[in-house]
């Protein structure tokens, strides 16, 4: 037997932490730690070969006919040669596209018309000497005579800015390291551009700096320093494009300042300085800026106000609309003559618009569907003057549609729609949304009284033929509830690999993300994370005992990120919720990490997950973090953990140590369980958050993760069907028999027990 053929087993190096208020933590696996990020430690990167080497061997290589099975149903279902939809900015069109085969999509433009010839200006398909290649974003100049583009190199997220002469096709001896993923903002002049440079200790954006062509990117001048650590800035150029926006932002607090790039002398301004719990966002149009604000928090779910661009402070600012605590204003794109606001309502992420003319009008656009997504392009994609905008139109059933909405005729038209190469009819399949009734001892109230929901929206997705009424289906269920991220409803073509197999997809929207609005998110975060938790345990137990749809021993669950803590956090309050777990770069060692500063972004957590420099916040993550709740000689699900040896997001260490403190917890069953749960960990070793940067990479990583998903979720199912078989009836018949012979009358009784399996 092969040393791959057993799990490895992490050596143990005792250590306690010796964190405040008395709590000593004790941390075996410590030592798998390691913050540098191009020398770990040799000990670490064998225990991680051994790892990938076990998952290999003992679950991937057998399911490896089905992994690629299940990636070629899933690559059918893409257009792999595809042209994106083209964006005009006088006078080019700008668009991207792929190539069968190519890992990249290929920047491109034509002038004036889509008939002209294609220029190719940026393809990273050429570069054969990198593992990880990420352009995170890219800007032209003005004049369209040079190219910024942001590149992450190794998945650590430690970006640098390349500046390309587009006339000449040459690389500038320009390159600026250690910047955000926020794409650079130039000059009107073409001649500097501004940036945010990350701290490279803690990896937050920090510093505006603006850079002058042909200057060393040491010599760059600092324009603003945000040293509070709670807060990480970015910043973007107005949809008019005369202002740029710097925006520092905490969970709880914004502050925003400005630039007019048309003024002679251009300086940095405070918009509206920054208030503990005001949080808002500003745009610009005509004379005026607009602004979504929470007012501190009294208006929780974003009220519109607007004030002249000569005087931006507080007691200035008026109503444009007047606030619904019912309906969340999520962003908007702001144009010449209107403004189309994205609002959730009901779950539903839909579209407002708000024309100027004879005061201010409003109409929302109408979808036919009763559960959909409807959402602005994060670029703006049409001029600023135009009469129609463009938004994305989808839902588990409609595949991605961007759509341009004339807003003087009221009228649409598809303009450009993904297609499934295989073939997909919705009719096959039946999407609806159940809603969970949230446990009366976890029910709390949102700040200023907003109004939250008491039922947990849980959205479904099966192929209406194979759906069995005998609570026997295998189903699938995923969520994510954190920092007021929402889940939205989306065409997935992975999914169908799921459905089409007889497996009921569930979406569960549970408290912490922003799935109904801002008062969901509050009441999941901080104090209340926990709710997080209990609500996807009630919504498993609802599918199960109410919807009748399955039986714990034939679901599986996935998480990612906060995901990944949620699925930590649900499997040990019920270790058998599941059959099968899929734990991606999961946020697993969550009271170690937040009480080391020195790990990236972990003062930025603070406000949402509590300060454990607090005793109050300490012993409420210390009474959920996933690593040190393990319960011993418990058996848990089959678990898949997949991690990124350059995240720097969730370090590789918090799920490695989860895994090795599993293991000798001995919840697969332990040593004389002839049925194991499975445990492995799956490491990319050129990978970070997100995995690998390649498209058919990261659909391989899918593949494999619903091959393993599949296989699980079968295997239960044939256990089901044979325990069902297997099972003892027991029959029992009585025979009277009366015989007369003569005078005599005797009566005979014969009693048979039988006993069958059926």
Not at 98 to 114: A, D, H, L
Not at 503 to 531: C, P, S
Not at 682 to 699: F, I
Request: net charge negative; hydrophobic share 35%; proline share 5%.
């Amino acid at each position: 037997m092969t040393a791959a053929s057993q799990p490895p087993v992490a050596k143990k190096v005792p250590k306690v932490h010796p964190y405040v208020h008395g709590n000593g933590a004790p941390d075996n696996y410590d030592w798998l730690k390691d913050q540098s990020k191009t020398s770990k430690s040799q000990d670490i990167l064998d225990y991680i070969t051994l790892e990938n080497e076990y998952c290999q061997k003992n679950v991937l290589d057998p399911i490896s006919d089905l992994t690629e099975t299940v990636y070629q149903e899933i690559l059918s279902r893409i257009e792999e040669s595809e042209v994106a939809l083209p964006s005009f900015k006088s006078p080019y069109w700008y668009y991207t596209r792929t190539v069968e085969g190519q890992q990249y999509p290929i920047y491109c433009r034509k002038f004036e018309t889509m008939d002209a010839a294609e220029e190719q200006y940026l393809n990273m398909n050429l570069i054969k000497d990198s593992e990880f290649l990420n352009v995170v974003s890219t800007s032209v100049s003005p004049s369209h005579k040079l190219l910024a583009y942001v590149l992450d190199t190794d998945g650590y997220e430690h970006c640098s800015i390349f500046i390309k002469d587009l006339e000449s096709g040459e690389m500038l001896p320009d390159v600026i390291p250690m910047t955000s993923m926020d794409g650079p903002v130039w000059s009107a002049d073409n001649k500097s551009l501004y940036y945010v440079s990350i701290d490279e200790q803690n990896n937050r954006p920090d510093k505006l700096r603006r850079h002058d062509l042909g200057e060393p990117a040491s010599s760059d001048v600092v324009l603003f320093n945000n040293e509070d650590e709670k807060f990480e800035t970015s910043v973007a150029k107005s949809c008019s494009e005369r202002f740029i926006f710097l925006t520092l932002e905490s969970t709880f607090t914004t502050e925003v300042y400005y630039i007019d790039l048309e003024a002679e002398e251009p300086v940095l301004g405070c918009f509206c300085p920054r208030e503990f719990r005001h949080r808002y966002k500003v745009y610009h149009r005509g004379d005026y800026f607009y602004i979504l604000t929470n007012g501190g928090g009294q208006f929780l779910n974003r009220k519109l106000q607007c004030v002249g661009i000569s005087d931006t402070s507080r007691h200035m600012w008026e109503d444009v609309l007047p606030y619904d605590p019912y309906t969340e204003i999520v962003d908007m794109n702001v144009f010449k003559e209107f403004i189309v606001v994205e609002e959730r309502l009901n779950g539903l992420l839909g579209l407002k618009v708000l024309c100027f003319q004879d005061g201010v009008q409003t109409f929302s656009v109408p979808f036919a569907e009763e559960i959909y997504t409807a959402v602005l392009p994060w670029q703006k994609q049409v001029p600023y003057d135009s009469d129609s905008f463009l938004f994305i139109y989808t839902s588990f059933l409609t595949p991605y549609k961007t759509i341009e909405f004339n807003v003087k005729t009221k009228q649409s038209k598809v303009v450009k729609e993904k297609k499934v190469p295989s073939g997909f009819d919705p009719s096959l399949y039946t999407m609806r949304r159940v809603f969970v009734p949230i446990p009366e001892n976890t029910r709390v109230s949102a700040p200023f009284d907003t109004p939250v929901s008491d039922k947990i929206p849980v959205t479904l997705l099966y192929r209406t033929d194979l759906l069995k009424r005998d609570n026997t289906n295998a189903l699938h269920m995923t969520a994510y509830g954190c920092y007021g991220y929402p889940l939205e409803v989306a065409f997935e073509g992975k999914f169908l690999s799921l459905v089409d197999r007889g497996i009921v997809f569930a979406m569960a929207h549970v408290r912490g993300g922003g799935d109904l609005g801002q008062a969901w998110y509050e009441t999941g975060k901080l104090n209340y994370k926990k709710n997080t938790f209990s609500d996807f345990v009630a919504c498993a137990e609802f599918l199960v005992n109410e919807e009748k749809l399955t039986q714990h021993h034939l679901m599986s669950m996935q998480g990612m990120s906060a995901g990944g803590l949620l699925m930590g956090a649900v499997m040990n309050l019920k270790p058998d919720i599941a059959c099968a777990v899929v734990a991606a770069v999961p946020w697993v060692d969550v009271l170690n990490s937040s009480m080391d500063p020195s790990i990236p972004l972990t003062t930025v957590e603070w406000e949402e997950i509590g300060n454990p420099n607090e005793k109050e916040a300490f012993d409420y993550l210390f009474s959920y973090s996933p690593y040190e709740n393990i319960r011993e000689n418990v058996k848990y699900p089959n678990i898949l953990v997949t991690t990124g040896l350059m995240d720097s997001r969730v370090p590789y260490w918090e799920p490695a140590k989860w895994v090795a403190k599993m293991r000798a917890s001995q919840t697969n069953g332990g040593e004389a369980d002839p049925n194991k749960s499975i445990l492995a960990m799956n490491c990319v070793m050129a990978g970070g958050h997100g995995g690998s940067s390649g498209r058919y990479a990261k659909l391989k990583e899918t593949a494999m993760v619903y091959s393993f998903l599949i296989s699980e979720l079968e295997k239960a199912q044939g256990q089901n069907s044979l325990a069902k078989t297997r099972k003892k009836v027991t029959k029992t018949t009585t025979t009277t028999t009366t015989t007369v012979s003569g005078s005599k009358t005797t009566t005979t009784v014969k009693t048979i027990t039988e006993v069958s399996c059926v």
